[in-house]
């Protein structure tokens, strides 16, 4: 069964850093490109970032957060991981990390997800 | 980026009624990689569609999906009472991948 569990969200003030990870079970970890989804209150999913396969794999970012946010992958650990820098109050959302549905492949849909960690951005 | 625009925002409707939803693309979508997700309060996402008509594993045939260039539909065809949630179009295409805003489906 395949397993997302992501953690390290809360709150963090304007400005500030913040590093989320997300645990994978279930499936060949180093052989799916891996995302962070994120959700803000009331509004649609947002793709923000993607790391393929490989523990130097390629990394796309969207726009919103590139040059802030920095993907990462642990082939060893099955962990994925992002880092966050220069916060502001359009980060806060619940941020998902998301396995691709094909091997090797970006872009691409989604086949699971984690459960989600709350990020709020706020003084 | 592709911008996907949803109709409509929500849908009133009964079960055992037949629900037709939208999804239009700012420009066409390469190799129709249009998908269609599904998302309760509190949960994730859940694929339900993806290659414009091709289901999920594990999706009722009750789901199907249709369209191509950038005009795309989502049609459940009877209602159940589970099936009431927000459903999202995503288009992975081009990159970035992105979603619309979401359709609710409501009682």
């Known amino acids: 069964e395949v397993r997302l569990l992501e953690s390290g969200g809360g709150l963090v003030q304007p400005g500030g850093s913040l590093r989320l990870s997300c645990s994978a079970s279930g499936f060949t970890f180093n052989s799916y490109t891996l995302s962070w989804v994120r959700q803000a209150p009331g509004k649609g999913p947002e793709w923000i970032a993607a790391v393929i396969t490989g523990s130097g794999g390629s990394t796309f970012y969207a726009e919103s957060v590139r040059g802030r946010f920095t993907i990462s992958r642990d082939n060893s650990k099955d962990t994925l991981y992002l880092q966050m820098t220069g916060m502001t109050a359009a980060d806060t959302a619940v941020y998902y990390c998301?396995?691709?549905?094909?091997?090797?492949?970006?872009?691409?849909?989604?086949?699971?997800w984690g459960q989600g960690t709350m990020v709020t951005v706020s003084s | 980026e592709i911008v996907l625009t949803q109709s409509p925002g929500t849908l009133s409707l009964s079960p055992g009624e037949r629900a037709t939803l939208s999804c239009r693309a700012s420009?066409?979508?390469?190799?129709?990689?249009l998908a269609w997700y599904q998302q309760k309060p509190g949960q994730a996402p859940r694929l339900l569609i993806y290659g414009a008509s091709s289901r999920a594993t594990g999706i009722p045939d009750r789901f199907s999906g249709g369209g191509s260039g950038t005009d795309f539909t989502l049609t459940i065809s009877r209602l159940e009472p589970e099936d009431f949630a927000v459903y999202y179009c995503?288009?992975?295409?081009?990159?970035?991948?992105?979603f619309g805003q979401g359709t609710k489906v409501e009682i």
């Open positions: 998301a396995k691709h549905s094909r091997e090797f492949w970006y872009p691409d849909t989604f086949d699971f």
């Open positions: 995503q288009q992975y295409g081009r990159s970035p991948a992105t």
């Open positions: 420009q066409s979508v390469t190799s129709s990689y």
